[in-house]
């Protein structure tokens, strides 16, 4: 069994390299030796939903009424996939890049640090609410570091 999951992961992650996880995606699955026999569908499912075990549990459950299935007979997988729309209308290139809206709209803050940003964006909107006068350098990133390690310091919190 852990062979066949082993299997058929890798099979998947090679027939489904270029679908994304939003996409639909069916199987239906049969024996090569005796093609009369109806083959195990799987439904359409989104492809981030599909894994080795759902495949062994549907696959288990069929196999054991097949009368003439074999350990050692040949399994074709057949993969349908479609691709789901993503959004409404067309994708649209245009517009503006997110470090250049940053600058323009007054309602975007972006902040690059790279450790305790939890606290910084905590700081930053307790003084956009509190309409505190050091907002716009706390924004820029200029005398916001006290004010943190101040905050941390009196919490007691460990981000």
């Known amino acids: 069994m852990s062979h066949f999951l082993a299997s058929v992961t890798d099979l998947f992650e090679y027939a489904l390299r270029n679908c994304i996880d939003s996409d639909m995606v069916g199987i239906t699955m049969s024996n090569e030796v ?14 981030d939903q599909i894994t080795a075990n759902v495949i062994w549990s549907v696959f ?15 399994l074709v997988m057949t993969i349908h ?4 729309p993503i959004g409404h209308r067309r994708i649209s290139t245009k517009g ?17 640090a790279e450790e305790n940003c939890l606290a910084r964006a905590v700081i930053i909107s307790i003084a ?5 006068p050091n907002y716009n ?4 990133g200029f005398k916001i570091r ?3 390690d ?3 310091a009196t919490t007691g919190i460990d981000l």
């Open 150 to 152: 101040h905050l941390l």
């Open 60 to 74: 288990e459950k069929v196999a054991q009424s097949n009368a003439s299935f074999n350990v050692l007979d040949k």
């Open 137 to 140: 350098s706390y924004r820029r």
């Open 96 to 112: 503006r890049p997110l470090e250049n809206m940053v600058h323009l709209k007054r309602n975007i803050i972006e902040d690059k």
């Open 34 to 47: 005796n093609l009369q026999d109806k083959g195990i569908g799987i439904s359409f499912r989104r492809k």
């Open 81 to 84: 996939s479609v691709k789901m």
């Open 128 to 132: 956009k609410l509190t309409n505190d």
């Open 146 to 148: 006290p004010v943190v």
